[in-house]
């Protein structure tokens, strides 16, 4: 086995080399009768034995490398779910690097186990951490906000969900200024970094929306604690808490310009569209599904989904694939109303979707019924699988999850918010890979997505 690939190179080049000699003495034989015909004959001969050795050597070394590369780049990167790693189809032409590449994988895995169990421990002081904090917050029955220096939202509990969900979708590192209209909360936000001290604003929210009395004060950091209250935002001391926060987002700034910026700093907003059909000037949208990502993970309760009341009958085909029916979206919005929301949802981030054409196909089509321009930056993770794993290979949903040991339960497949997390989980896996690349930014993320154009479109 250690030597095969030698032998079969070598037995390759003296077959080539038989063959070439063979047809120099045929075309000498021929020249003397019919020099042009000889030429002729020697050049095409002389091409088929150069393709043909072209062709065994992409077979038996270059095709096999790059799977090894790409599964060996998968273990690397993907903490859980991903099968053990088997050499694939024609790694016993490459002697012993197939063998070598598992004991690698098999060290790294005894690695990753001991870091684990320390993780492990870690995680649960974490935990607690967390408890500790969720009860102390329970005893303050307003709704508490922490913002960065940029005015963009680090941590809200769920009584400031609530109140933002008045006005908007609430959202980390969303700003503030989203939410609040801009005079009077810059005016706040300009006397507490003046004096450094608290202050007290009135708060009118955006679009009309109710007015709120809140209390901000300076943090560490450059952050500023906000605590809104008011009669809608009081809760009871026992009532659930939940926390949704990054504290990453503390220090983090938004100066670089987009291609600059690293794609772990990037806010993604990962969505699946259902249609009643597949061509966006004829067909219509019926549900919408998104969720974020922010620092490389899914933010857990930020979420969108909606059905979408199509205002036509949904053809019995395309719901056999979602099964969505027209029950289902009766009473539902319309897009013009559900476009608007999930456009919020998305303000500030990266666009994600798997085969973006298509669904940014649809949502720009109806551009005349919601007066919604979609210029958000956008990222296709068929383009990320092809980047990672080649064009060769098969780039469905199905296949690229699959491929990093993500499962989709059945009922979630073909369903907005289920594709959209099943996405956001591949992105998740696919971003740490990049990086391993040295693909850290979004401009240089771009470069790379736009050498495979023939693939598919680059929405940017």
Request: hydrophobic share 45%; net charge negative.
């Amino acid at each position: 086995m250690r030597g095969s690939l030698r032998i079969r190179l070598i037995a390759a080049s003296l077959l080539a080399l038989l063959a070439s000699l063979s047809v120099g003495f045929f075309a000498l034989g021929m020249a003397r009768s019919d020099p042009g015909a000889a030429m002729a004959t020697g050049g095409f001969l002389f091409l088929g034995i150069f393709a043909g050795f072209w062709f065994y050597l992409d077979q038996a070394l270059a095709r096999p490398v790059d799977k090894i590369a790409s599964e060996l780049r998968v273990r690397a990167h993907a903490e859980t779910g991903v099968p053990a790693f088997v050499p694939s189809r024609g790694a016993e032409n490459l002697g012993d690097l197939g063998p070598a590449a598992a004991s690698v994988l098999s060290a790294l895995e005894a690695a990753r186990t001991a870091r684990d169990e320390a993780v492990s421990a870690a995680t649960r002081h974490f935990d607690e951490e967390r408890v500790r904090l969720t009860a102390l917050l329970s005893e303050i029955p307003v709704a508490t906000i922490l913002l960065n220096r940029d005015g963009q939202i680090v941590l809200y509990d769920g009584q400031a969900a609530e109140v933002l969900a008045q006005i908007g979708t609430p959202r980390l590192h969303a700003a503030l200024s989203e939410y609040f209209e801009e005079e009077s909360l810059r005016a706040a936000l300009d006397r507490l970094h003046k004096t450094g001290l608290g202050t007290t604003a009135t708060l009118q929210g955006r679009r009309g929306a109710v007015t709120f009395t809140a209390t901000l004060k300076p943090m560490a950091e450059g952050g500023t604690l906000m605590i809104i209250d008011s009669e809608e935002s009081r809760i009871a001391p026992d009532a659930d808490r939940p926390l949704v926060y990054d504290f990453a987002l503390l220090g983090q700034r938004r100066d670089a310009a987009l291609e600059d910026r690293r794609l772990s700093d990037l806010t993604f907003c990962v969505f699946d569209l259902e249609t009643t059909g597949l061509l966006p000037h004829r067909d219509e949208i019926i549900q919408i599904g998104a969720v974020r990502v922010i620092g490389g993970r899914i933010v857990p309760g930020e979420a969108f989904e909606t059905l979408v009341d199509p205002g036509r009958p949904i053809p019995d085909a395309s719901s056999r694939v979602h099964h969505i029916t027209d029950a289902m979206v009766r009473g539902h919005p319309s897009i013009s109303s559900a476009a608007p929301r999930f456009y919020d949802f998305a303000s500030g981030s990266a666009l994600v979707a798997h085969n973006a054409p298509f669904d940014l196909a649809f949502l720009r089509a109806k551009r005349a019924e919601t007066e919604l321009n979609w210029t958000h930056p956008v990222v296709d993770t068929v383009l990320l699988s092809a980047i990672l794993f080649g064009t060769t290979e098969t780039h469905t949903l199905d296949a690229v999850c699959q491929r990093l040991g993500i499962e989709i339960a059945p009922h979630l497949r073909h369903t907005a918010l289920g594709d959209a997390h099943a996405t956001a989980e591949a992105l998740c896996r696919m971003l740490p890979m990049l990086e391993g690349r040295g693909i850290d930014t979004f401009g240089a993320l771009l470069a790379e997505t736009r050498k495979h154009g023939r693939l598919i479109e680059d929405m940017n």
